[in-house]
């Protein structure tokens, strides 16, 4: 594996909880500045990899290098040079904006003068500067996003991973956000790792995409490879034909899954 060249490297990766193999023997890597779609149905393995990812969670077997990092042997520097938007909220809204963004750069030791130059910086890139002393809870579903993804940017990581970060939002905030995040991606070279369920943006943002289902990646490749591959006109109709068509359960954790196998025996 090539870590100059990579910002992520995934080698054989496997995660077990018992009898459940939740990521089976996955391979893929992420170029340094690329901006590179995970799809997959629910409880396809999405969660858990990214989880393994960001030190959330040990492999069971495998190799993994974020910006050169073990997430397993070096968590400390991994977890400094990755930022992460969750697809539940995460921020504090019994504070204001600034207030948010002030004590996550603390957290990361940004020095003062330089987090204060950042924070004014990305508020203004993701247009809440004029609301930055308002606090959270009354803030608009979009706007919370957007403060997220800025707080996410804060400390200058290699890498910003973000779990389904436009669900729920209309269209024009969905394009809005990713208008934003190309254009930081570009500027400061940031590699950025999604999820999402809207097909039509994942075909519009990510230069490469991976489908996960099952646990084993099934297909990689741009959009346009994945719809030649599939002879399909879109990548929606593509991850069709790949994941198929059978409603899926909502992602349940492993250890939901082991407890109801555990009652079909019993």
Request: proline share 3%.
């Amino acid at each position: 594996m090539n870590s100059q060249e990579n910002a992520i490297e995934v080698k054989n990766l496997v995660k077990k909880f018992n009898e459940i193999t939740a990521v089976n023997d996955i391979s893929f890597t992420v170029s340094r500045g690329e901006i590179f779609a995970f799809l997959g149905p629910n409880g396809a393995g999405k969660s858990t990899t990214i989880k393994m990812l960001t030190t959330l969670l040990a492999p069971t077997s495998g190799c993994v290098l974020v910006n050169g990092f073990n997430p397993v042997t070096e968590q400390t520097k991994v977890r400094k040079s990755f930022g992460i938007v969750f697809q539940d909220p995460s921020l504090d809204d019994e504070l204001t904006a600034y207030e948010n963004m002030n004590y996550h750069g603390i957290l990361y030791s940004v020095p003062r003068q330089l987090r204060q130059e950042r924070i004014q910086g990305l508020l203004q890139m993701f247009e809440l500067w004029d609301r930055r002393n308002h606090l959270v809870k009354t803030y608009s579903g979009g706007m919370k996003r957007r403060l997220e993804i800025a707080r996410g940017l804060l400390h200058h990581p290699s890498i910003l991973f973000l779990d389904e970060p436009t669900v729920g939002l209309d269209p024009q905030t969905r394009n809005l956000i990713w208008e934003y995040i190309k254009e930081m991606s570009k500027e400061e070279n940031v590699t950025v790792f999604f999820t999402t369920h809207y097909m039509d943006e994942a075909a519009r943002v990510a230069e490469r995409v991976a489908i996960i289902d099952n646990g084993r990646i099934m297909a990689q490749g741009s959009s346009d490879q994945l719809k030649e591959q599939t002879k399909t006109e879109s990548l929606e109709d593509a991850f069709l034909a790949i994941t198929g068509t059978a409603i899926r359960e909502e992602e349940a954790s492993p250890y939901s899954r082991m407890r109801l196998i555990a009652r079909r025996r019993g």
